[in-house]
């Protein structure tokens, strides 16, 4: 272990004329921008709440784009039928998607199933400049 590490101490280059910063390594340049991580997270996005926890923590993307990752995999988003199986009073409010209006707004459905969605993740990624 100590071998492995003073052989990448060793190897590193230092430049002494730059300034030293903080750079994402999911980058060329090392820049972390929304653009990336959103691109990184469909990359491993299974759409399936049976997700092997490791996968969910160890990508490298900021504390809350893991954690709502997580919350999604475990299906804690707070959708109109996430807060009825909790006994949220929603009696005002129709428990179906607010887009499609045929299935229950469940976080599944919301990101994944229903048929607005590809044509809003075409818009978001037209925007964010996504190929």
Not at 24 to 44: A, H, N, P, Q
Not at 49 to 60: E, F, G, M, P, S
Not at 79 to 86: A, N, P, Q, V
Not at 118 to 127: P, T
């Amino acid at each position: 272990m100590c071998k492995d590490l003073d052989e990448k101490v060793s190897g590193t280059v230092l430049i002494l004329n730059v300034e030293d910063k903080l750079c994402w390594s999911y980058d060329k340049v090392g820049e972390s921008m929304v653009k990336k991580r959103t691109e990184l997270f469909l990359m491993y996005d299974e759409a399936d709440a049976n997700l092997d926890c490791c996968k969910v923590w160890n990508i490298k993307v900021p504390p809350r784009v893991r954690s709502f990752r997580w919350m999604l995999a475990i299906d804690r988003i707070p959708s109109m039928e996430f807060l009825s199986k909790r006994g949220m009073n929603i009696q005002n409010f129709s428990i179906f998607c607010p887009w499609c209006r045929r299935e229950p707004e469940s976080a599944y459905h919301i990101f994944f199933k229903c048929r607005f969605i590809d044509g809003f993740w075409a818009k978001i990624f037209d925007w964010w400049d996504v190929g």
